[in-house]
């Protein structure tokens, strides 16, 4: 999904450094620190992120964001539980 938003393989490579990386824009940094924060402790998600979150998104796509990303943390969850491998392109 990032490849096809033109992100290349050395920015994902770095992507664990992306609050360092110049190439990343504000509001994708700051959907990341969200995704970070929500999936090590959503507890952690607090009223200044939410702040910054405000500036860059509106209401509906802060819940889009938090959405999608907890649906992702369920589905990491789920399959380290069941010790899947993750499929890979043109696997079945």
């Given at each position: 999904m990032a490849?096809?938003?033109?992100w290349n393989q050395e920015t994902?490579?770095?992507l664990e450094r992306f609050e360092q990386?110049?190439?990343?824009?504000e509001p994708t940094r700051v959907a990341l620190r969200f995704a970070e924060r929500m999936t090590r402790d959503s507890n952690a998600v607090d009223d200044e992120?939410?702040?910054i979150l405000r500036r860059h998104f509106d209401e509906g796509?802060?819940?889009e964001?938090?959405?999608v990303i907890g649906t992702f943390n369920y589905f990491n969850r789920f399959n380290n539980v069941l010790q899947?491998?993750?499929t890979k392109p043109?696997?079945?």
């Open positions: 490849r096809r938003q033109g994902l490579d770095r990386l110049a190439e990343i824009d992120l939410y702040a796509s802060i819940i964001l938090a959405a899947m491998e993750p043109g696997q079945r």
